[in-house]
């Protein structure tokens, strides 16, 4: 797409892999992630990272019928970006 005809250009600013339990909080909350203090993990309950608790319920929801829910723990890309603003 031509520069001209995007809403928003970004710039990509770093690439790494890393399996999808080891997301912070400060990373879930920037995801998007609601706020859900009270949620069980299958090992462990999280009360104090209520983002990250967010996470988990959100990733199970779009991916464990695809058979990549938390308890898979898969390897995710991670790419983190800054607007260019014009």
């Keep these: 797409m031509p520069r001209w005809a995007s809403r928003i250009t ?33 090992d462990e309950a999280l009360p104090e990272h209520p983002y990250r608790n967010g996470f988990f319920l ?10 990549y829910g938390w308890d898979a723990n898969p390897w995710v890309w991670v790419i983190s970006f800054r607007r260019i603003q014009p």
């Design 10 to 42: 970004l710039e990509i600013t770093a690439v790494r892999v890393e399996r999808v339990q080891d997301i912070t909080e400060y990373d879930a909350k920037a995801e998007g992630a609601e706020i859900y203090p009270e949620v069980m993990y299958p």
């Design 58 to 67: 959100l990733w199970n929801s779009l991916n464990t019928k695809h058979g």
